[in-house]
T-cell receptor, first 112, second 119 residues
Framework: AQKVTQAQTEISVVEKEDVTLDCVYETRDTTYYLFWYKQPPSGELVFLIRRNSFDEQNEISGRYSWNFQKSTSSFNFTITASQVVDSAVYFCALFNFNKFYFGSGTKLNVKP | GAVVSQHPSRVICKSGTSVKIECRSLDFQATTMFWYRQFPKQSLMLMATSNEGSKATYEQGVEKDKFLINHASLTLSTLTVTSAHPEDSSFYIC???????????????FGPGTRLLVL
């Protein structure tokens, strides 16, 4: 079965703090993709990153970084020096067998 | 990145009427598009997979006759909510599959969503 778990329902931090959003996935397949999307209050899903199952190299993009560990089936997302504009719901998703499996989302509140 | 548009962005209709939502991939061809439904403060629920030139594949529990999907071309898929009722009020999101230019380059891009309110 395919499943994505985002155990953190809501996180509140103060601006400039670092925050990590957890994502754990389940799949029996060896070939799959992992994604992170941001959904601001406007509702539009914003693509952040895609990782395929054969590329465990961690990635950094500005204040964003991702840690992919197949050994623990995790794909965690860290925002460094958070800003108010980072406030949104973040979804982790697994894509294989031609379908997306979304986690339940983590709402991030960044307070000034 | 690639752009997917949805129209309309918001729609209010009376109970019993039908509503059509369009999803377009603007700068790439999408052989497969997906339709999702999202309730407030919840995750996205896949409704159906739309394949160009063939019938859509619906997820379990989704009424085919209620939610009509037509993938008329490589850049357009439509979702028609027939005989809409207040419980159909929701946020509908489409996505288009872009196979990319190489191995492991596949990505899906999401439309901005359509908020449907049925009175």
């Amino acid at each position: 079965a395919q499943k994505v778990t985002q155990a953190q329902t809501e996180i509140s931090v103060v601006e400039k703090e670092d925050v990590t959003l957890d994502c754990v996935y389940e799949t029996r397949d060896t070939t799959y993709y992992l994604f992170w999307y941001k959904q601001p209050p406007s509702g539009e899903l914003v693509f952040l990153i895609r990782r395929n199952s054969f590329d465990e190299q961690n990635e950094i993009s500005g204040r964003y970084s991702w840690n992919f560990q197949k050994s623990t089936s995790s794909f965690n997302f860290t925002i460094t020096a958070s800003q108010v504009v980072d406030s949104a719901v973040y979804f982790c998703a697994l894509f294989n067998f031609n379908k997306f499996y979304f986690g339940s989302g983590t709402k991030l509140n960044v307070k000034p | 990145g690639a752009v997917v548009s949805q129209h309309p962005s918001r729609v209010i209709c009376k109970s019993g009427t039908s509503v059509k939502i369009e999803c377009r991939s603007l700068d790439f061809q999408a052989t497969t598009m997906f339709w999702y439904r999202q309730f407030p403060k919840q995750s996205l629920m896949l409704m159906a997979t739309s394949n160009e030139g063939s019938k859509a594949t619906y997820e379990q529990g989704v009424e085919k006759d209620k939610f009509l999907i037509n993938h008329a071309s490589l850049t357009l898929s439509t979702l028609t909510v027939t005989s809409a009722h207040p419980e159909d009020s929701s946020f509908y999101i489409c996505s288009a599959r872009n196979r990319g230019e190489g191995v492991f380059q596949e990505t899906q891009y999401f439309g901005p969503g359509t908020r449907l309110l049925v009175l």
